[in-house]
């Protein structure tokens, strides 16, 4: 049973259904997932400070385990190490995911000088 429901929730959350980047994880399995997702970290120290959705498959009572753990488990260490600025779970109504945001490259700034 739900704590809050759909409206709470997107209160609390925010509208962090759209970002400058997504990536679809939905029907993959977890080692394609955190490939994927190490890839698209690899890929931020070329960018500048940029937000993704990642999309999972939301969960259903016959899904058995999803990414979610897995996924916020790898964006948590991701985050310890600064290669992610902050993460949150999507909303409900907006299907399983995070919203993350990716912070500039560090290298960036001394480029500019």
Known sequence: MPLFD????????????????????????????????????ERRRFVEATTVVIRIDPATPTSGETLFLPVGRQLLEARRRKLVRRFAPLPEGDGGGFHVELPDNPARSGDSE
């Open 6 to 41: 759909h409206e709470q929730t997107r209160d609390l959350v925010g509208d962090q259904a759209s970002a400058d980047y997504e990536l679809d994880l939905r029907g993959v399995t977890a080692a394609h997932a955190r490939i994927a997702i190490e890839r698209m970290l």
